[in-house]
């Protein structure tokens, strides 16, 4: 089965950092890229960041840009999230979601067919 | 940007759902997907490719598009449809993004 486990979110203060990580299971982890969509309180989806299946690439979203960092261990077949400099506009559920197409261009990330079950951040004093 | 519309339909089990969604630029249909999501839970791909069904969702469910227009149909509703449906601009990065969602509720 296909499968993929966030683990990492929590409750940090404005200007902390928090790093989450998904677990991904069932299918050959380095032919699928895998992003970070996020999903705050009552509001739509927002794509975050994602990195390509060999990891040699890495996109973000401008609002998360020069904060966030994602990577991935094949070793491991995990990716990860480190967030830092969080403000309460990073308050959301975070969902680890992996592209449905194998062997993507670097760059290009495509529908989404394999879904973590989210971890929620929040970002409070 | 992708703007749907409504943000609220309501309707009956056993009637048919029309969902929006506009591009603000030209689109190519390969690069629209249409997911649900309930309460509580992560989002599900319904539709890839404008109109392609995804593993498993039932032939209830269709997509088109016409120019910058794109549409998910559900033919009938069924109890367990009534969700939230987003879609979803596809391809390089800086082009990722989600539209606003529409509601579809129990009349």
Same mark, same amino acid.
């Given at each position: #089965?296909?499968?993929?486990? #966030? $683990?990492? %979110?929590?409750?940090?203060?404005?200007?902390? $950092?928090?790093?989450?990580?998904?677990?991904?299971? %069932? &299918?050959? &982890?380095?032919?699928?890229?895998?992003?970070?969509?996020?999903?705050?309180?009552?509001?739509?989806?927002?794509?975050?960041?994602?990195?390509?299946?060999? +990891?040699?690439?890495?996109?973000?979203?401008? $609002?998360?840009?020069?904060?966030?960092?994602?990577?991935?261990?094949?070793?491991?077949?995990?990716?990860?999230?480190?967030?830092?400099?969080?403000?309460?506009?990073?308050?959301?559920?975070?969902?680890?979601?992996?592209?449905?197409?194998?062997?993507?261009?670097?760059?290009?990330?495509?529908?989404?067919?394999?879904?973590?079950? +989210?971890?929620?951040? *929040?970002?409070?004093? | 940007?992708?703007?749907?519309?409504? +943000?609220?339909?309501?309707?009956?089990?056993?009637?048919?759902?029309?969902?929006?969604?506009?591009?603000?630029?030209?689109?190519?249909?390969?690069?629209?997907?249409?997911?649900?999501?309930?309460?509580?839970?992560?989002?599900?791909?319904?539709?890839? +490719?404008?109109?392609?069904?995804?593993?498993?969702?039932?032939?209830?469910?269709?997509?088109?598009?016409?120019?910058?227009?794109?549409?998910? *149909?559900? $033919?009938?509703?069924?109890? #367990?449809? &009534?969700?939230?449906?987003?879609?979803?601009?596809? %391809?390089?990065?800086?082009?990722?993004? &989600?539209? %606003?969602?529409?509601?579809?509720?129990?009349?």
């Amino acid at each position: #089965e296909v499968q993929l486990l #966030e $683990s990492g %979110g929590g409750l940090v203060q404005p200007g902390g $950092s928090l790093r989450l990580s998904c677990a991904a299971s %069932g &299918f050959i &982890f380095n032919r699928h890229a895998l992003s970070w969509v996020r999903q705050a309180p009552g509001k739509g989806l927002e794509w975050v960041a994602g990195i390509s299946g060999s +990891g040699s690439t890495t996109d973000y979203a401008g $609002s998360v840009k020069g904060r966030f960092t994602i990577s991935r261990d094949s070793s491991k077949s995990t990716v990860s999230l480190q967030m830092n400099s969080l403000t309460v506009d990073d308050t959301a559920v975070y969902y680890c979601a992996k592209d449905r197409r194998a062997a993507t261009p670097p760059g290009n990330y495509y529908d989404m067919d394999v879904w973590g079950q +989210g971890t929620t951040v *929040t970002v409070s004093s | 940007l992708l703007t749907q519309s409504p +943000g609220t339909l309501s309707l009956s089990p056993g009637d048919k759902a029309t969902l929006s969604c506009r591009a603000s630029h030209s689109l190519s249909s390969h690069y629209l997907a249409w997911y649900q999501q309930k309460p509580g839970q992560a989002p599900r791909l319904l539709m890839f +490719g404008t109109s392609n069904r995804a593993t498993g969702i039932p032939d209830r469910f269709s997509g088109s598009a016409s120019g910058t227009d794109f549409t998910l *149909t559900i $033919s009938r509703l069924e109890p #367990e449809d &009534f969700a939230v449906y987003y879609c979803q601009q596809c %391809g390089d990065a800086t082009d990722l993004t &989600f539209g %606003g969602g529409t509601k579809v509720e129990i009349k």
